[in-house]
Every structure is written in structure tokens, then in C-alpha cells.
């Protein structure tokens, strides 16, 4: 939630004289109430109390007021004066004092509780030296309308739209929301895929879609880097920075340079044009993994979290990714952007790059299946050399016909480096067919020929590619 005060206006930095720009706390806030305090401690500055209310039956186009109070940073009112239009300065800031103290009354009169200014203090004063509080009360019910309990440090209630009982240190959504929430998907993205057995719960796409149930988890995620001595508390415990580099592996970082765009300003004085680091690799459950998407931010906030852009679940499986787009447009509530060019190439350069890495994962499974397979026929022609006869011949017979159709599958991509070797493979095929009789075990022993060292040391050394590296 980017909640906070913005000033605005010339001339001085009164909220009662010039106004609040609420937009960010309308959408935030009065989402989970139809009541919002908001309390800000500026070090060396002062601070402010301002209050957020709407309707009961809030809904689209529903009247909200706002009102806000500032304190000196000596704890004294902090009363702008107001612009003289000919009139006693006294008398102007009588008026002043007065708008102020009508403010403060409108604030006591509309929160729920004994409130007054020596609470608003006490409150304040039980702040660290600068940071922001908000209090929310009239919770909303699950029929979207505001019940009657306290702010969010009160009791539960079990008509409340959000879960507060669950988790004491989090905030989810109630059950019957969890299943509009997307958590339901994991189902149908597994169960379509041919030829994969039915799993009891994917991993990766629980931790990816818990942004849209738990507002801990979405917090952790809400700031792509977090300055020093930052910190983000909810219900009283410390959120956890996420790094998604630690759920990443096989992670690159991939430039984009968007044309048209040059906001940057070299030291000699010349616009450099814009780059944007995309860093995309596998989530480290993959392959066995249905989600896929990017994390987008915009000056260093979470806009749009896990974008998925293929539709098809085919494509793309466990790749995943994050980027920062300072030139795009964040709508109003800050849940998407706004549509443009710059919009529309972002999505399909990422696109294409999903695209790449997808393919780079379906080359180096075929060719890690393509290793076991060699590795297999190796093993099987090693272990007729100690076999009675016919044994024998069988196994060499069904090394033969697998060896012709592994050297087939391979003819398109395996270079002269593997000539000598599978020249060696043949050779020993055609002695073992061409004996006469091998006799026992041990006189087939003595007179077997000789392995290659070559071909021993293919069988025994380990795979390099696929996902175990």
C-alpha cells in the first residue's frame, strides 16, 4: 500500500490551507474500512494526524472527506497563516486557529473511540523518531459493507471480508476470496499437461500466488530495494525483505533499450538513452512447476506482480523474472499501467525472451535424455561380456537396434568429437555377433575383447547438462 501526506500548493506546508492529496490512502485504506487515521512523525519537523472517511455503503463514486492537523516539532500547534486580502492579520489568524480547531474536532467526532488531542499524541508519541501509523476502523464485511467493530489492533470479527484470525502477525483473505484469488489454478495448469503424474501441491506457484492472499507476503515484495534502516511492521512484527533472486536459478540479466526514450544525463552533460535490466531465469522448483511471469516494478514499487504474458501454460513453464520500467505510466491504484507503445514492445520483448529460455530448457532436457540414453547402452554391452550365450546375443541384438536409432537421433547434432567413439561401438557389436560360442562365463570372460578406454570412461562419466546442474 503506498499510503502517505503529499503537500501540495505554494507558499507554506499547512494540510488544513492547501489540501491532501489522498489517492494512494483512498485505495489502500479504505479498502479494508470506511475509516482511516493516518499519523506521520517527520524528524525535526513535526507531525500530522489526518482521518479518511466515507460513507457506510461505500461504492464506486462515493463522497470521501478527508481533514488533517499538524503539530510543531516542539509539540505546539503548527497554524498557518492564511493569505491577507486586505483584512487584520489578527483576525486572519483567528481564522486560522479556527479552521485548525474544527479540523481537530472533525477527527475526534468521526473516529471510533475516546479520541482527543492529547490521545492523537500519545499515539504519536509512541512512534519511533520518524515513520507513518494507520489505523483503520469500520472493517468492512464480506457483503462489502462496514461492520460496527474497532480499528485494526480490535478483536476479529468472523463477518470481516478479511481474515484476522488465521495468522496473529498477517492479514489474508477470507476462504471464500481465496478461490477467486487464483490459488485455484494450480489445479487445471497440472492436470491439462499429458503424461504428468498428479502432484499433492506445486510449490512454486503456492509462494507466487500468496501475493494475492497474504499482505505479509505482498509486502515483502511491495520495494525492490530497501534503503537502509528501512523498516515495514504488520500487526506488530517485522516484514522480511524478499530477495527473488533467492527463488531464481540459471538467473541472467538480459538489456533492454527502449527507442525514444533518453532520460539520462551523462557527467560531460549528454542524454545517454534509457536501459532496463531484465533478470529472468527458472524457478528453483522447476521444471515441476506451472507458474511463469515477471514482476514489474516502477521506481522501485511493485506494480504488476507475476505478469503473465503467454496465455498457454505450455509455454514458458517455470521461467520467471523481474524488471524496473520507470518510463511506463502506473495507473491510479497502482495495480497495472497505463496502455501505450513503450507498453506493448515491453510485452513482446518479454515475450520472446520467455520464449528463448524456454527453448534453452527443452534442448538441454533432450539432450541430458539423449546422455542417459548412451549411458544406458553402454551398460548394457558392458554386462554381456559376462553373460552365457544367448543372453548374450540378446542384449548385443538390442544394443545394436538401440545404438542405430540413438546414432540417427544424433546424426543432426553430434559433431566428429563422438566419431571415434561410436566407431569403437560398432566394432565391438560386430565381434560379439560374429563368435560362434562363447561358451561359459568364465571362458567368455577370457576370450571376450578388449573394452575400449574410451568407451569405459564414457560409461562412468556423469552428466553435465539438464536441471541438475
Request: aromatic share 6%; proline share 4%.
Amino acid at each position: 500500500m503506498g499510503v502517505g501526506v503529499q503537500r501540495g500548493g505554494n507558499g507554506g506546508d499547512s494540510a488544513a490551507s492547501h489540501g491532501i492529496r489522498w489517492t494512494d490512502l483512498q485505495h489502500a485504506a479504505l479498502r479494508l474500512g470506511s475509516t482511516a487515521l493516518l499519523l506521520t512523525k517527520r524528524q525535526g519537523q513535526g507531525t500530522s494526524a489526518g482521518l479518511l472517511s466515507c460513507a457506510a455503503a461505500a461504492g464506486v463514486g462515493a463522497e470521501v472527506t478527508g481533514t488533517a492537523v499538524d503539530w510543531a516539532a516542539d509539540g505546539s500547534r503548527h497554524i498557518a497563516a492564511m493569505p491577507d486580502k486586505g483584512g487584520a492579520a489578527a483576525a486572519a489568524g483567528d481564522s486560522a486557529a479556527a479552521a485548525w480547531q474544527a479540523a481537530l474536532d472533525t477527527i475526534c467526532c468521526r473516529w471510533p473511540g475516546a479520541a482527543s488531542e492529547a490521545w492523537l499524541q500519545q499515539q504519536l508519541a509512541s512512534m519511533p523518531v520518524q515513520g507513518t501509523r494507520l489505523l483503520v476502523a469500520h472493517l468492512r464485511s464480506g457483503n462489502g459493507t462496514s461492520s460496527s467493530g474497532g480499528s485494526s489492533g480490535g478483536p476479529a470479527h468472523s463477518d470481516c471480508e478479511l481474515d484476522w484470525s488465521s495468522d496473529p502477525t498477517d492479514l489474508r483473505q477470507a476462504a471464500a476470496a481465496e478461490v477467486d484469488s487464483g490459488a485455484s489454478q494450480a489445479v487445471p495448469l497440472d492436470s491439462n499437461l499429458p503424461g504428468r503424474a498428479q502432484q499433492a501441491e506445486d510449490r512454486g506457484l503456492q509462494r507466487c500466488m500468496a501475493v494475492h492472499q497474504s499482505l505479509r507476503t505482498y509486502m515483502s515484495l511491495l520495494f525492490l530495494r530497501w534503503p537502509p534502516g528501512f523498516r515495514l511492521r504488520l500487526r506488530g512484527t517485522d516484514v522480511q525483505r524478499t530477495d527473488l533472486s533467492t527463488w531464481m536459478k540459471c538467473c541472467v540479466a538480459e538489456e533492454y533499450r527502449p527507442r525514444g526514450i533518453r532520460d539520462e544525463v551523462d557527467e560531460h552533460g549528454f542524454q545517454m538513452q534509457h536501459v532496463v535490466q531484465v533478470n529472468i531465469g527458472f524457478m528453483r522448483d522447476a521444471p515441476n512447476t506451472a507458474v511463469q511471469g515477471f514482476c514489474v516494478y516502477h521506481c522501485n514499487r511493485l506494480v504488476k506482480p507475476w505478469w503473465k504474458v503467454y496465455s498457454s501454460s505450455s509455454v514458458g513453464r517455470g521461467v520467471v523474472g523481474y524488471l524496473e520500467v520507470d518510463f511506463l505510466e502506473p495507473t491510479a491504484a497502482w495495480d497495472d499501467f497505463r496502455p501505450s507503445h513503450f507498453m506493448g514492445k515491453l510485452e513482446h520483448l518479454l515475450q520472446q525472451l520467455l520464449a528463448a529460455t524456454s527453448a534453452q530448457q527443452a534442448q538441454q532436457a533432450q539432450q541430458h535424455s539423449q546422455q542417459q540414453a548412451q549411458n544406458a547402452l553402454v551398460h548394457m554391452l558392458l554386462q554381456t561380456l559376462s553373460s552365457p550365450q544367448q543372453q548374450a546375443q540378446q542384449a548385443a541384438a538390442a544394443a545394436a537396434v538401440g545404438l542405430q536409432q540413438l546414432l540417427q537421433a544424433q546424426q543432426a547434432q553430434q559433431g566428429q568429437q563422438h566419431a571415434q567413439l561410436r566407431h569403437e561401438m560398432a566394432v565391438l557389436l560386430a565381434q560379439l555377433l560374429s563368435q560362434p560360442e562363447l561358451g561359459p562365463p568364465a571362458a567368455a570372460q577370457d576370450r571376450a575383447p578388449a573394452v575400449p578406454t574410451s568407451l569405459l570412461a564414457q560409461s562412468s562419466r556423469p552428466s553435465e547438462r539438464g536441471w541438475n546442474e
